[in-house]
């Protein structure tokens, strides 16, 4: 809220602002210019662009150190940050084991219902992870899952090339061998 | 001809037609045009290229993130700030979490505090270079979006660093944030700082020399102080019209209080007082980013962690300076874990609803300028 003391004591206003509002009340009839502020407008204007050009010229002539990057051709050289959010994968080591306990506190976190964890009972009556869908079509990037994770079994890809012609293609099974589904 | 006899659409005031010498028309302007940035439709009617009126119509990307809220809990909720103006996520994510800081009654650590100080005063700086860039171009001057856009990469950079996006964060949490920066961090915005510096020099050789980018910011858009108070804008757009208040100064939060900066304030209220003041808000938040790098401590970036975060029954209330105004927050809560109601009120809209004030008796092109010159984010007014 804004009070009327604190507008008082800083408003810097202005006749200025009095005269444009009266200017434009009365722009349809414009006083002409005379020959010699006419010219030196466009002098004026002329320079001032000069003036630009020089500093781009400069930047032609002398390009630096260039911040753009060819894009396809350097996917092989380009590397994300470490903590660049693709998409959800669930780690797996050597042997194709995860450390996923099908606890549920991500699909709990998710803002967006974009994972869904099923549990399953593996032959010694205990509970399992039976499949991790994990729907990118869904997903905001919001990292929720990953902070709320116990085990650390699902980490953020650096995968960002996501594009699919399908809905249904960018739906997966994340607990397989490589954690990408 | 026919078309003296259209009807008014909605929203117009009535016209005298009789008395008009020449052909009234109306014309819709977006809701796909480059010039509005985004989809927002303003209706105009037109005499000849001059602007008679303006008519906002508004709801293009609402996605009812205020309802939405409601059946999301607190920590959910903070990712959905992001999306209301997406050019200031950290500062949106903060106003939250204060908001649910003031419930919990919980503070947040010195380091914590910094971090959120400094993302918020790089991404306001990240907010204008867009602005900037965007500005020029909409006037015809590509060479500034690509200017621009080059110093506005190197902050993004960071940004991607510390939190994994460059859009949309997610990265402030209650207490502080989800993760603290990486030791590259400090470094990195040296460099920042350092080529920003300069590059607010070229700035000012590029467009704010530049007699042909004066001659169409001066005089246009006048939104006189009364007129700025009376429609509630907020921001540049407030101060550009010769008030001075920042929410950052006036009512501080976080650790505001602390650094030294200035408020600028502009003269008459026209396109180039709010271009000027942009421009110097820039030099001053890379200000109080140097301070902070001086005095950036150690220790803990984040309070203790709740495991579910249940606010007592009660209504909160938070604001924050985004890059466009003030953002508030209202937050009512009953006790469980997701609020019972949220109302953002968000800068854009205040701002937006000024046009017709602007607007009337200029060009169709210095509506362009107006509307660049508000620095409007579309889904932060749709909500």
């Known amino acids: ?181 | 001809m026919e078309i003296n006899h259209l009807q008014a659409p909605p929203g117009f005031t009535d016209t005298a037609a009789a008395e008009a010498t020449t052909e009234e028309y109306y014309l819709n302007m977006g809701p796909q045009h480059p010039g509005t940035h985004g989809v927002l439709r303003l209706v105009l009617r037109l005499d000849g290229e001059n602007v008679q009126e303006v008519v906002p119509h508004l709801g293009y990307v609402h996605r009812a993130i205020e309802k939405m809220a409601e059946n999301q809990t607190y920590l959910q909720n903070i990712h959905l700030t992001d999306r209301l103006d997406y050019l200031s996520s950290f500062m949106n994510n903060l106003g939250l979490c204060m908001a649910i800081e003031k419930g919990l009654g919980i503070g947040v650590p010195e380091r914590g505090e910094y971090i959120r100080v400094m993302l918020c005063e790089l991404q306001r700086i990240q907010s204008h270079l867009l602005w900037w860039g965007v500005l020029g171009m909409d006037m015809g001057a590509v060479t500034a979006f690509l200017y621009g856009f080059k110093e506005r990469e190197m902050i993004t950079d960071i940004f991607e660093e510390v939190c994994g996006n460059r859009l949309t964060m997610n990265f402030f949490r209650p207490g502080g944030s989800s993760a603290d920066v990486p030791d590259t961090f400090l470094p990195r915005v040296a460099t920042v700082i350092e080529r920003l510096k300069r590059a607010l020099d070229e700035y000012q050789t590029l467009l704010t020399d530049n007699i042909i980018f004066q001659e169409r910011t001066r005089g246009i858009g006048v939104l006189s102080r009364e007129k700025a108070l009376s429609y509630g804008c907020t921001g540049p757009v407030l101060r550009g019209s010769g008030v001075q208040y920042d929410g950052r100064k006036n009512n501080p939060y976080s650790i505001y209080e602390r650094f030294d900066f200035e408020v600028p304030v502009g003269q008459g209220g026209d396109s180039f007082d709010r271009y000027l003041v942009r421009m110097e808000e820039m030099a001053q938040s890379i200000k109080i980013v140097q301070q902070a790098m001086e005095t950036f401590p150690t220790g803990p970036y984040r309070s203790k962690e709740f495991s579910k975060y249940r606010i007592p029954t009660g209504s909160y209330f938070s604001q924050v300076e985004t890059a466009r105004g003030l953002l508030g927050i209202y937050m009512v809560a009953d006790g469980t874990a997701k609020p019972y109601r949220l109302k953002y009120r968000s800068p854009s809209f205040s701002n937006l609803s000024a046009i017709n004030e602007m607007a009337v008796g200029y060009k169709i092109a210095d509506l362009i300028t107006i509307i660049s010159t508000l620095d409007l984010v579309i889904p932060d007014i749709d909500r």
Not at chain 1, 9 to 16: D, I, N, R
Not at chain 1, 60 to 75: A, C, H, L, M, S
Not at chain 1, 153 to 179: P, Q, T, V
């Open chain 1, 1 to 181: 809220m804004i009070e009327e003391s604190i507008i008082k004591k800083h408003t810097v206003l202005s006749e200025h602002a009095a005269e444009l509002l009266q200017s434009r009340q009365s722009s349809t009839v414009k006083p002409g210019l005379s020959l010699s502020q006419y010219l030196y407008k466009i002098g004026s204007g002329f320079y001032s662009l000069l003036k630009g050009m020089k500093l781009t010229g400069s930047y032609f002539v002398n390009p630096g150190k260039i911040v753009t990057q060819p894009y396809p051709e350097n996917r092989e050289t380009l590397k994300m940050f470490p903590r660049f959010r693709g998409r959800v994968i669930m780690v797996h080591d050597e042997d194709g084991e995860h450390s996923c306990t099908a606890c549920g506190l991500c699909e709990k976190a998710c803002p967006n219902g974009t994972i869904s964890v099923h549990a399953t009972r593996n032959i010694a009556g205990r509970k399992v992870l039976g499949r991790y869908v994990y729907r990118l079509n869904q997903c905001t990037q919001c990292n929720l899952c990953i902070e709320v994770c116990p085990f650390d079994a699902i980490r953020m890809g650096h995968d960002f090339e996501l594009a699919a012609y399908d809905r249904d293609s960018l739906i997966f099974i994340l607990n397989n061998k490589e954690g990408r589904g």
